[in-house]
Nanobody, 124 residues
Framework: QVQLVESGGGLVQAGGSLRLSCVSSGRIFSSYAMSWFRQAPGKEREFVAA????????SYVDSVKGRFTISRDNAKNTVYLQMNSLKPEDTAVYFC?????????????????WGQGTQVTVSS
């Protein structure tokens, strides 16, 4: 069983930055693709970014390209989401997820384990 714990959320002004972290308890972290999704109030959960198990392939939703960067440190069982130039519309609960297939897919059903989420609030 894999447990995921997110941290790093908070309140930030528009234009600011945050770095989210997600630590996995699994011993085979490097075999999983990792991703970040987010859910704003009253909206469905949406894909944000993903990284393949080795880290050579990443994908992003168009709205965050050029502002967000996903990375991973397999030695620390941790995936990161560096968020720059934040906008009020980035406000949401951010979830990390792990997928056994190992591919950086945007499809939520391809991920097998989910964290509890961390709140990100961007004020205007």
């Amino acid at each position: 069983q894999v447990q995921l714990v997110e941290s790093g959320g908070g309140l930030v002004q528009a234009g600011g930055s945050l770095r989210l972290s997600c630590v996995s308890s699994g011993r085979i972290f490097s075999s999983y693709a990792m991703s970040w999704f987010r859910q704003a109030p009253g909206k469905e959960r949406e894909f944000v970014a993903a990284i393949s198990r080795i880290g050579g392939r990443t994908s992003y939703v168009d709205s965050v390209k050029g502002r967000f960067t996903i990375s991973r440190d397999n030695a620390k069982n941790t995936v990161y989401l560096q968020m720059n130039s934040l906008k009020p519309e980035d406000t949401a609960v951010y979830f990390c997820a792990a997928g056994r297939r190992g591919e950086a897919t945007m499809i939520s059903s391809e991920y097998d384990y989910w964290g509890q989420g961390t709140q990100v609030t961007v004020s205007s």
